[in-house]
């Protein structure tokens, strides 16, 4: 049974992870995570949700450290506080829902993610969120050939 954390968001979907079957890692946040997940949800996700009035694609959501790790991401990264979400909606251009999110949405960061111009449905939006920290920070992250490169603003 899902364990509904929001209107439209599940604790089941905020965690799911392929890479966390293939670990055999149960990938479950503990208290603090949750609660900052269903802030998540309550201040981004759904707000998101009501605009565009279809359903959002979460790719990763909640990490253990384990995952995280295995994903190749910054030990510090919100992921691991149930803060983030990388995010897709069918039929909605990543680089139009990051510029929607980014004048309209109040975050701690927002990262376009392997974005390619010219290929609308490339890549992903990462959207975070923290309680009395928001930078507002808006990034674009290229993969370069020796890693993530990232610049200022949506490009």
Known sequence: MATQIS????????????TARRLGDPNQPGAAEIAALKVLC?????????????????????????????????PSSQHRLGEAADIEISGVANRDLAIWIRDNILF??????AYHPGNPTSGWVHVSYRTGRLRKSVLTMALG???????????
């Open 108 to 113: 701690d960061q927002l990262i376009l993610e």
């Open 7 to 18: 209107q439209h968001f599940t604790l089941e979907e905020l965690t799911s992870s392929d």
């Open 145 to 155: 050939t020796h890693g993530p490169v990232y610049t200022p603003g949506i490009a």
């Open 42 to 74: 309550e201040k981004v996700l759904e707000p998101i949700r009501a605009h565009y009035g279809r359903p959002i694609r979460i790719n990763s959501g909640y990490r253990s450290a384990r995952v995280n790790q295995a994903v190749g991401s910054s």
